[in-house]
């Protein structure tokens, strides 16, 4: 069983930065993608950024130059710094991933972090 555990988020006034990490927990044999999802009031859930295959990244075109996802592939952690935050970067964010547990095709499944709220704010 995988869990994702998600730090960070919190209140920031426009042009802030805010970092968010998330770090999986429990039988992993490889993460094949992660990635930030984020979901504002009445609004449908939105993939943020993504990285795949460790290294090959993508953005939404919204947070572009000023979102950066990272990973530390060692300690099964996704990280994203947020820089020059605006007010319509407010809503839950989400992490998730791709993970096998064992070396079976068999074993993949997606996986989501419990979200964390970010608030920007004037």
């Known amino acids: 069983q995988v869990q994702l555990v998600e730090s960070g988020g919190g209140l920031v006034q426009p042009g802030g930065s805010l970092g968010l990490t998330c770090v999986a927990n429990?039988?992993?044999?490889?993460?094949?993608?992660m990635a930030w999802f984020r979901q504002a009031p009445g609004k449908q859930r939105e993939l943020v950024a993504r990285v795949t295959g460790g290294h090959s990244t993508m953005y939404v075109d919204s947070v572009k130059g000023r979102f950066t996802i990272s990973t530390d592939n060692a300690k099964n952690t996704v990280y994203q710094q947020m820089n020059s935050l605006k007010p319509e970067d407010t809503a839950v964010y989400y992490c998730?991933?791709?993970?096998?547990?064992?070396?079976?095709?068999?074993?993949?499944?997606?996986?989501w972090g419990q979200g964390t709220q970010v608030t920007v704010y004037s």
């Open positions: 429990g039988t992993i044999f490889r993460i094949i993608a």
């Open positions: 998730n991933e791709h993970i096998y547990s064992n070396s079976k095709w068999s074993s993949g499944n997606e996986y």
